[in-house]
């Protein structure tokens, strides 16, 4: 099943796992830039302003498929059009928008948040966060930020109708099994591919052990292994272990997966999972097809 050449391929990733420590760091560090103009703008205003859309996302710490904007996103007057003056975007406030504070910032509420990122934005973006916002986390270590009902009721009350229905469908198909952005933006590829819907966080029953992958399709006879930076950089997935004993680690599960299911198991990375042209290639050559166009 697992052959010299995947295992290879798996080990060779160790130094792309060095890089991907600093690639999130400098995230991190572009995150935190942008959190202190925020802070800096609140500061000098007479009245704090209302963080939304990107500028409430990085408040809240909604994961982005890109770094921060340039621009800052605040709530103007109701009634006002939408203006850009200098850098900082003002956005016509809705009627009943919920404010809330996180980090010493007021901005629009996590639902309206990712509400707003799914109107504006992707499909694929508008999936990460609100995946994310209704997750209870990898490990189950924290409160969900929102829940789904919350966050069709935000989309529903957005004005535009082509935004609406933009937000709308990112709040129907999110789903806080995702536990990481990576596993978002695959599902949401594989939707936008019309493939059939894998079940999520899939449980296997190993020797002293049940395992669970990230994807599944049991009557295909296909696992997909989405492996992102967090699986090599997270320190509570190392759990005291070097990125090489993580990737043997993981080598040494597929092949007992593929062992005791009689599956296969296709693994990609960020390269591939944003790419419709290259997921579908890879998991059609596994025998996972679109059910739909």
Do not use: N
Request: hydrophobic share 45%; aromatic share 4%.
């Amino acid at each position: 099943m697992t052959t010299p050449a995947l295992s290879h391929q798996l080990l060779a990733v160790v130094d792309p796992a060095d890089a991907s420590r600093h690639a999130s760091r400098g995230r991190a560090r572009v995150r935190d830039d942008y959190l202190a103009r925020l802070r800096t703008l609140a500061a000098v205003r007479p009245v704090a302003p209302v963080f939304s859309h990107w500028s409430a996302a990085v408040v809240h710490g909604l994961p982005m498929l890109g770094p921060p904007p340039a621009t800052i996103h605040i709530l103007g007057r109701s009634g006002v059009d939408e203006r850009a003056w200098r850098g900082i975007v003002e956005h016509r406030a809705r009627a009943g928008d919920a404010t809330v504070v996180r980090r010493g910032l007021a901005a629009t509420s996590v639902a309206a948040t990712v509400a707003d990122l799914a109107a504006r934005g992707s499909f694929v973006g508008g999936v990460v966060a609100a995946d994310h916002a209704v997750s209870a986390g990898a490990f189950g270590e924290r409160t969900p930020l929102a829940t789904r009902e919350a966050l069709v009721t935000a989309a529903a009350h957005l004005r535009d109708p082509v935004e609406r229905t933009r937000a709308l469908k990112a709040a129907a198909f999110c789903d806080g099994r995702a536990e990481s952005p990576i596993e978002s933006v695959s599902r949401a590829v594989m939707d936008i591919l019309g493939l059939p819907p894998p079940e999520l966080q899939h449980e296997v029953d190993l020797p002293g052990i049940t395992a669970r992958v990230d994807f599944a399709w049991p009557r295909l006879g296909v696992i997909g292994e989405a492996d992102g930076d967090v699986k090599i950089a997270d320190p509570r997935m190392l759990a005291g272990r070097s990125p090489m004993q993580v990737l043997r680690s993981q080598l040494a599960r597929q092949r007992a997966i593929e062992k005791e299911t009689g599956m296969r198991v296709v693994r990609w990375g960020w390269d591939t999972a944003r790419r419709a042209d290259r997921l579908g290639p890879l998991l059609a050559r596994h025998g996972v097809l679109p059910i739909r166009s």
